[in-house]
């Protein structure tokens, strides 16, 4: 047995160690993915089916085998359309590098200034109860969903977020997108996102502050008409309770200006 292990281990080179490697480093943060996310539940109904199809070829229930056979055919071939959201989300990250970078970067003072603003602003909407939809864009351009809303192309401030979300304006309803430390667009459409795990209580700005967050890897900042209550959606993660100083925390990391190497590539996790 000794012997039958050590010639396996001779038979090992240094390429097949990092092959090894880079596997299980994919694998990893293939699960760190989808980890928390309704693929989990998708995934286990595919093992429940792989499982009983196995168990029925070993009874040997030929009827049942082929029809569980017959469905997981069918259940391949659908779940690039299932997992059209995660695979977009990874394929865009793969993408991100220096040539499709967003040249929309801002220094330390820019950053700073814009996490201010949006913090006085989120703290007076809260205040008075005035409903918000706010999207920051990243690395993922958010071009198709500023053609659905008004161009404003407007420096980021809190006096100009305030007067466009103040009800029974022209751009109340809807979101704004801002690139950078300007608004580029208001009244802007949202997909809405259809998970049925949500919160009955959550309304369509919320459920459009996760879908967006679902499909991109957009920041968005939700204030509650009703409560008052301030959220941050990323990642189809909604963050609620929020506070300025708690916003500016959240905020403050996910736009630091990286440089471009290959563990950027595979830096990526849902919150």
């Known amino acids: 047995m000794l012997l039958q292990i050590r010639g396996i281990i001779s038979t090992i080179s240094f390429l097949d160690i990092i092959d090894i490697v880079i596997v299980a480093y994919f694998l990893y943060k293939l699960y760190i993915m989808i980890s928390g996310t309704r693929a989990v539940a998708l995934l286990k109904g595919l093992v429940v089916l792989l499982v009983a199809t196995l168990i029925s070829k070993w009874l040997e229930l030929n009827v049942i085998n082929w029809l569980l056979q017959k469905t997981m055919t069918v259940v391949l071939v659908a779940l690039p359309v299932v997992f059209q959201p995660e695979l977009r989300r990874a394929l865009e990250h793969l993408g991100r590098g220096r040539f499709f970078h967003n040249s929309a970067q801002l220094n330390a003072e820019e950053k700073a200034s814009l996490f201010d603003e949006l913090g006085r602003t989120v703290?007076?909407?809260?205040?008075?109860?005035?409903?918000?939809?706010?999207?920051?864009?990243?690395?993922?351009?958010?071009?198709?969903?500023?053609?659905?809303?008004?161009?404003?192309?407007?420096?980021?401030?809190?006096?100009?977020?305030?007067?466009?979300?103040?009800?029974?304006?022209?751009?109340?309803?809807?979101?704004?997108?801002?690139?950078?430390?300007?608004?580029?667009?208001?009244?802007?459409?949202?997909?809405?996102?259809?998970?049925?795990?949500?919160?009955?209580?959550?309304?369509?700005?919320?459920?459009?502050?996760?879908g967006i967050?679902?499909?991109?890897?957009?920041?968005?900042?939700?204030?509650?008409?009703?409560?008052?209550?301030?959220?941050?959606?990323?990642?189809?993660?909604?963050?609620?309770?929020?506070?300025?100083?708690?916003?500016?925390?959240?905020?403050?990391?996910?736009?630091?200006?990286?440089?471009?190497?290959?563990?950027?590539?595979?830096?990526?996790?849902p919150s």
């Open 123 to 210: 703290t007076d909407l809260s205040k008075n109860k005035i409903g918000a939809l706010m999207v920051l864009e990243r690395e993922t351009g958010l071009n198709d969903y500023i053609e659905t809303g008004i161009k404003v192309d407007g420096l980021v401030s809190s006096e100009f977020l305030i007067n466009i979300f103040i009800p029974n304006t022209p751009l109340h309803d809807g979101a704004v997108i801002i690139r950078g430390n300007r608004v580029q667009a208001a009244g802007c459409l949202l997909p809405l996102s259809d998970d049925r795990s949500l919160n009955k209580e959550l309304g369509t700005r919320h459920r459009a502050a996760i």
């Open 213 to 269: 967050s679902e499909q991109t890897d957009a920041v968005v900042i939700v204030v509650s008409e009703e409560t008052g209550i301030i959220s941050l959606a990323r990642g189809g993660r909604l963050h609620r309770y929020m506070d300025a100083d708690k916003l500016r925390e959240q905020l403050a990391p996910l736009f630091i200006a990286k440089s471009t190497s290959l563990s950027d590539l595979f830096s990526w996790r």
